[in-house]
């Protein structure tokens, strides 16, 4: 179904023409003097010049042709020349009942579906998530829910970092403290235990203790680059014990993402990409795309347009080890291979925008994407503390994300059973569904491109832009429909109606715009517009609601048009906050 806005577009363009003018200058906007009317024209103003004729003449023209209206109440000049229109409150509610009807609320479904693959996670395995973590994938997947709901398909891939020097450390160390293991034992040939020698809370006690060895002891660090080097050649011992590192990593990172309601289609890793790396680097070789430079293999990536310096893409160190690069661009070979994407989007810091300029040019110029195959990168900002500076604990070290997650959980605990009377499970549960709309709206509310201060205090509020407002919002609406339906009312019953005050009439045309939001924030990769957008609608029905006598009207017809206005706004906004990776609980 067509937006608001282009219907009454069409109707301002079909005025210019039959007043003689170019139907292009009947564009609509919403007004910036809401005092004074809806929405506003400014096509005279823009064709004055064309036609050497004065604005306000113009739009006077135009507004003749407006009279018998099916769309507006008022149509009328403002000098110099604007056209200020109120919507029929008898086509707002017609315009309503339509879209309630429609499967995605006016939301158009992609004519032409691409295959987009997202690449949002990037933990590295045997490492514990923390907080800078939490803005990849919450982003990602809301992006990756927002292109599916426009008709896309969308993949989204973990991309694991799991083929580094951290797993040359962590068999190194495991080595060090249990040399009696049957993975250190080169005559070995049997089968190797299907059971890990650690646990995941070992694990991520043993690579920070590698990690610290091998700086400060240069012997270590060499016995843990042989084997890595091992490890990537396929020593079997060490095999088995990557293994047993990825199973137990993944199983305890798939817990973490689920805490976050994310969710990946693909668990892949860069070791998936190293079979690509042989025959890749020999075609650029071939193509004479990649030459030395000091030992290295490098391909120039430079542009003419370029204002600052692109250094050369590397593929291969002096010594022959591969590099982030070399991996990122088999990466990019194998997902051709296997999806054929017309898209590739990553969700990554934006300190990383110099490494994805790189890879991306390497990739077009050496052939190894489609010319129309888009590869895009979204640098997203830092997640800073109130002090400006990057989000730490107290003690100054990086939180893990499940610490975070338990933080915000028990203040929103706090607040739950604070002045009510809950049962403490209840409060629990609920406190885990609020707390999540605090993190993930307190995050996608900002523009990602942007940095943000991450403030507990606010994010947990009840009150102003945050998650748990917009879900008090959802659950009053939920309670008002279940009290009338406990009272024996019947929601599928009557019809909305036109607006009977102006609290009425702006929710009802808030509700108009969410197919234009949706749409815009997929366009853009934007996820902060929809959480603009319902805290719009959130406030636009409290006013709405404080305004109005709803289960107390008297006219049963009226009631019935509130109760489905009420259940409209309800799905748009749970439409929504699933769209940003959050839910509402029943009862709060």
Known sequence: MKKLMELMAEELASAFEKAGYNPEYGKVTVSNRPDLCEFQCNGAMAGAKAYKKAPFMIAD?????????????????VKPGFINLQVKEEFLADYL???????????????????????????????????????????GESIKRIGRFVGHKVIGDVH?????????????????????????????????PKEAPFTISELEEIYPCASGKSKEDEEYRNEALEATHQ???GKPGYMALWNHIMQVSVTDLKRNYANLNVSFDLWKKESDAQPYIPDMVQKMKDQGFAYEDQGALVVDVKEESDTKEIPPCMLLKSDGASLYTTTDLATIVERVKLFDPDEILYVVDKRQELHFIQVFRCARKTGLVKPETKLSFLGFG???????????????????LENLIADIDEEMFHKIVENRSVKDQDAKETAEIVGLSAIKYGDLSNQATKDYVFDIDRFTSFEGNTGPYILYTIVRIK???????????????????????????????????????????FEEKAPHKICAYIYEVSNAFNS?????KILSEENQAQKESFLKLLGLTKDILETSIDLLGFSAPDRM
């Open 160 to 192: 694991l970092g799991d083929w580094g020097l951290q797993m040359g450390l962590i068999i190194t160390e495991l080595k060090h403290r249990k040399p009696e293991l049957v993975y250190f034992d080169d005559t070995y040939e049997g089968e190797y």
């Open 231 to 233: 490890l990537q050649q």
């Open 61 to 77: 023209d135009v507004v003749e042709h407006l009279k018998d209206s099916q769309i507006f109440a008022m149509a009328e000049v």
């Open 382 to 400: 830092t997640m800073n503390g109130k002090d400006g500076k990057p989000f730490k604990t107290r003690e100054g070290g990086v939180m893990r």
């Open 479 to 521: 309670s008002i429909l279940n009290r009338y339906k406990e009272e024996g009312g019947n929601l599928e019953a009557g019809e909305i109606l036109p607006a009977v005050n102006a609290s009425q009439k702006n929710l009802m045309l808030e509700l108009t715009k969410f197919g234009s939001t949706i749409e815009n924030a």
């Open 544 to 548: 709405f609601y404080h305004e109005t």
């Open 97 to 139: 009942k339509k879209m309630a009807a429609d499967e995605k609320y006016s939301v158009k479904t992609a004519e032409k579906p691409k295959t987009i693959i997202i690449d949002y996670g990037g933990p590295n395995v045997a490492k514990p998530l923390h907080v800078g973590h939490l803005r990849s994938a919450i982003i």
